[in-house]
Every structure is written in structure tokens, then in C-alpha cells.
């Protein structure tokens, strides 16, 4: 970081990232999540990618996330794309959703809006711009903002820069009514922690703010669980859910090794207690890239992860 804040500035500008009273823009409050007075802390939403392997279309994701029991539906912009290439309509499918009793909680997508290179960084955030419009017809309201493009070890990104980037899109997004979430990639050189994700969302000085945090990313990043204490109500509003096994080691982990939750040695209770005593309330989305559960049929699948995901937030006593 070239630039440092003082405590007092930095909590200045927290806003959305620091703080359980924080008051967020009419956007980051959507009521997409459960929030009632009984302590559900937690909804719960299919991120297909843990359906990947069973190579359905974007319709069908979404009518077996809705048999499977899920709230919500986190789609990835591949298929989003896939879909309104081929001359379907998104605004029609997202009425499907909404039908079904399904929210579109966030989209994953790979546009590179944070790397140094200007004409590279262009297009990521044209990229970005075109896919919030689509998210929007379908019905959503947020997208994964990732260090795309930064992933490799020798590829330096500074974070202040990365604020700045980071705000242009915010902005961009209020526009267009779609709130980019600065995702946490472990393995990456950069932006692979929660202590500089909430750098970079309390530098970008935006009400819009927030971090998507992920289970896996957690452990090959290196972030211990307490640091979720960080992350106030209004900074976290989508969270992945998987588990991973105690080998191999997080040096040399990989996303495929992921694993059902609560069939790991993740601190899901944790994890989910800091989440809870923050007072977030957090879509719990299912992501995993397991090959052997790509074999099942998508419907067991999808019921498997959710009864899943359901104990262990029942394991943590919320």
C-alpha cells in the first residue's frame, strides 16, 4: 500500500466495510435475504457452478436450483451470455425466477476492471458495464467484481489504484442498479485477504461497498476467521459456501478439491458465528467444483448441498 491512513480516516471512510451500524445505499439493502427478528441470519442460493459437470442450460439451473429447494441463484455470466446470444430473453427468465420464488443474488463474471494495462482495463470494464446491463434484465441486483487478470504470483497490484478502479465501477453500477462485489480470490497475488479487501472497499470511499468472501479463498488466502469481525453488516451480502479436506496442504490446494460443507476441516462455525454476531445477514451461496458430485444427477446434487449447508449452520448453533 503507498498511502496510509490514519485510524481516525480510515474509519472515516469505512462506511460499508467497517462497522455492524453502518448504513447502506437503497442498493446494498435489498431484501434478497432472510432478516427477521428470530435470528435467521442466513438464506440459501446454488452457485451453479456446483452443476457445472451436468451441462444444463441457464433455464434448467434455474427450475432444479428451484426444485432443489434453494432461495436464491447465483448464475455465472458465461451462461447469462450463453443464453441471450441465443436469442433468449433475460427479462422473461427472471420473471421465471421470481415465479419459482427464486432470487438472482449475484452473477460470477471475470472482467478485468483492475489491472494496470489501460487498454486492457477498458475493455474489462466495457465487459463489466455489459454484463451489469444483463444481470439487471435478468433480475439481479449484484456481481463478482474478482482480481481478474492480477491472479498470477508476480503481478503487482497497488491497492490504492485498485480503490480507485474499484469506485469507478461502483458507480458505474448505480446507474445501472447492479452493485459489484469485490471478491477475494486466495491464491492470487493480490486481493487474496480480507484485511485488503476491506482496505480496498474502505479506501474506495463508496456506500455501495462490498466484499464477496468464500470458504475455500479464506484458507488459501491465509485469512483466519476472526478477521471476518472486520466486515460489518452492509459489507457482506453473498458468502460461498464449500469446505475443503486437510490434504493437500493450502500451498497446493485447488478449487476442485473442494468439498460439501461440514465433509471438511473448514471452521464453518466459526466462520459463520462472526458472520452471525456482526449482525450480517448473508445470502450462504453453494460453491463447489467437486468433479464426483458433477456425476450426480443435478437434482440430488443440489438437495445434498443444501441439506448440507443447513447443518452446518445448524452445527453452529444459528
Not at 457452478?49 to 442450460?57: E, F, N, P, S, V
Not at 443464453?83 to 449475484?106: H, M, Q, T
Not at 492480477?150 to 469507478?168: F, I, N, Q, S
Amino acid at each position: 500500500m503507498n498511502s496510509k491512513l490514519t485510524r481516525r480516516q480510515l474509519l472515516g471512510r469505512a462506511g460499508v466495510a467497517f462497522g455492524a451500524a453502518a448504513v447502506g445505499s437503497p442498493a446494498s439493502q435489498a431484501a434478497d435475504h432472510r432478516s427477521d427478528a428470530a435470528g435467521h441470519w442466513f438464506g440459501y442460493a446454488l452457485n451453479t457452478a456446483t452443476i457445472r459437470g451436468q451441462k444444463l442450460a441457464l433455464p434448467e439451473q434455474i427450475e432444479v436450483a428451484a426444485k432443489g429447494g434453494y432461495d436464491g441463484i447465483e448464475p455465472w455470466m458465461a451462461d447469462i451470455g450463453r443464453f441471450a446470444e441465443g436469442g433468449g430473453s433475460l427479462k422473461d427468465l427472471g420473471k421465471r425466477c421470481s415465479d419459482l420464488g427464486l432470487k438472482v443474488v449475484d452473477a460470477i463474471g471475470f472482467a478485468q476492471w483492475v489491472v494496470d494495462d489501460d487498454a486492457l482495463r477498458a475493455k474489462g470494464v466495457e465487459q463489466m458495464k455489459r454484463e451489469m446491463e444483463q444481470v439487471a434484465q435478468l433480475g439481479g441486483a449484484r456481481i463478482a467484481a474478482p482480481p481478474a487478470g492480477v491472479y498470477k504470483p508476480d503481478t503487482k497490484l497497488d491497492l490504492d489504484r485498485a480503490a480507485e478502479r474499484y469506485r469507478a465501477i461502483l458507480e458505474m453500477g448505480g446507474q445501472l442498479g447492479v452493485v459489484p462485489q469485490l471478491e477475494i480470490w486466495g491464491g492470487s497475488a493480490n486481493l487474496n485477504h480480507v484485511a485488503q479487501a476491506a482496505y480496498v472497499t474502505a479506501k474506495a470511499g463508496h456506500p455501495d461497498a462490498c466484499v464477496l468472501a468464500d470458504v475455500y479463498h479464506l484458507h488459501k488466502g491465509g485469512t483466519d476467521p476472526a478477521a471476518l469481525k472486520l466486515l460489518g453488516r452492509e459489507a457482506v451480502h453473498v458468502f460461498h459456501m464449500n469446505d475443503y479436506p486437510a490434504d493437500p496442504p493450502r500451498e497446493t490446494i485447488k478449487d476442485s478439491h473442494r468439498v460439501w460443507p461440514g465433509d471438511g476441516i473448514a471452521p464453518l462455525k466459526q466462520i459463520l458465528a462472526n458472520l452471525a454476531a456482526n449482525h450480517c445477514r448473508v445470502m450462504l451461496s453453494l460453491e463447489v467444483f467437486n468433479a464426483d458430485y458433477w456425476k450426480l444427477p443435478a437434482l440430488d446434487a443440489c438437495k445434498t448441498g443444501l441439506a448440507k449447508m443447513k447443518a452446518a449452520v445448524q452445527a453452529a448453533g444459528l
